[in-house]
């Protein structure tokens, strides 16, 4: 379904798993035992500032109390794990709690300029939940996450590996009255969290003390276990069948993407050397050549790879044969090896 975040599982990324759990668990305990108690969680902004009820700033942005926006959220947040995987949990949890600090502030000059501009009051209508930091993921899914076509349609409009998940996006964004104020506010701090403005990413983060105490306490609960089998593509093919079909079906994802690319560009040059933008991520076996006089003689030697390239890319969540091969048909460029890597 979603094809741009990785492999599939919670593999490195506990604090992702931990915010699968945790607060979908409690909403719905909230929902179906204990009704009465939902009124603690409301997100009420002029309750915050009438009452000076602070505490309804943290409890009231935690917990969704519509099961539709756990729903997406939760989606979301699952596809968005890739972030913990290439950036480490530490930095992704300060992400998540500077987009959260943040969003707070964007929501109270929301709703007062709705309020003065329109005479809306929206302060007590606000959806409750960890709605913002999720919004604010869209800022680096979109800046850093490769866009490759997966299908054409109606003329320039195509479907891309990432369609979907901004498909979910809108779809929580449209789950309430008021919810665009926190979308909204999810999205100014994530661009300004994102683009280090005010060097806000040194003052909202996590302390290095707190991180290993969380690393020592929380990981070992919500850590999951490498995987150790690959998905399956075709019904009963071999481990090397399937690893060939996925790399097959990489091979004409980026082809096409960058044929369209370089369509809508008009790039100068005419011939577009493909074999130097899309070197084989392996090398087949049993290949007829028309002459049949190529030997294994003449083949080059498989490129050698930086080991701690290698590493890096495992401390993301991939297996080493992935790494191995996508650092070769990148020569040894990380990022590009990374980006292979994201699409299967």
């Given at each position: 379904?979603f094809t ?30 204990l009704?009465?108690c ?19 700033l ?22 968005f794990r ?14 998540l ?6 969003s707070?502030l964007?929501?109270?000059i ?6 003065y ?12 939940g ?11 899914f979109?800046?850093s ?7 054409q ?15 979910l ?5 449209t ?12 999205l100014?701090?994530?661009?300004c ?28 609960i919500?850590?999951?276990?490498e ?12 481990v ?20 369209a690319?370089?369509r809508r560009q ?23 050549y ?8 003449q ?5 050698e790879?930086?080991?701690?390239q ?22 040894n460029?990380?990022n ?9």
């Amino acid at each position: 379904m979603f094809t741009s975040t990785g492999s599939s599982g919670l593999y490195k990324a506990p604090l992702s798993k931990g915010l699968l759990l945790v607060p979908s668990a409690l909403s719905l305990l909230l929902a179906l035992l204990l009704p009465h108690c939902q009124r603690f969680f409301v997100y009420d902004l002029q309750a915050v500032k009438d009452d000076f009820q602070i505490w309804r700033l943290l409890c009231g942005r935690i917990i969704c109390l519509d099961l539709k926006d756990t729903f997406c959220s939760s989606l979301l947040i699952y596809n968005f794990r890739i972030f913990e995987r290439r950036y480490g949990s530490r930095k992704f949890a300060s992400f998540l709690l500077g987009s959260w600090v943040l969003s707070a502030l964007v929501d109270f000059i929301l709703v007062e300029a709705v309020w003065y501009f329109f005479g809306i009051a929206a302060a007590g209508n606000l959806p409750s939940g960890f709605l913002a930091p999720v919004f604010a993921l869209f800022v680096p899914f979109y800046c850093s996450i490769p866009r490759i076509q997966v299908a054409q349609i109606l003329g320039p409009l195509s479907i891309t590996n990432k369609t979907l998940i901004y498909i979910l996006g809108l779809q929580l964004f449209t789950s309430g009255s008021y919810i665009w104020i926190v979308a909204i506010s999810g999205l100014a701090s994530g661009i300004c969290y994102n683009s280090k403005l005010f060097r806000l990413h040194q003052v909202l983060c996590i302390p290095i003390w707190m991180a290993n105490f969380f690393s020592w306490t929380l990981e070992p609960i919500f850590s999951s276990p490498e995987p150790t089998a690959e998905a399956r593509i075709g019904m009963g093919a071999t481990v090397d069948i399937q690893r060939q079909q996925r790399m097959e079906l990489l091979d004409r994802q980026l082809m096409l993407s960058q044929f369209a690319q370089v369509r809508r560009q008009r790039q100068q040059g005419g011939m577009i050397n493909w074999n130097r933008l899309f070197p084989p991520l392996r090398q087949r076996r049993n290949i007829n050549y028309q002459d049949g006089r190529r030997s294994e003689q003449q083949a080059s030697p498989p490129l050698e790879v930086s080991e701690e390239q290698v590493a890096r890319l495992m401390e993301m969540g991939f297996s080493r044969g992935d790494a191995l091969e996508a650092l070769r048909a990148s020569n040894n460029d990380l990022n590009v090896a990374t980006n292979f890597l994201l699409q299967h």
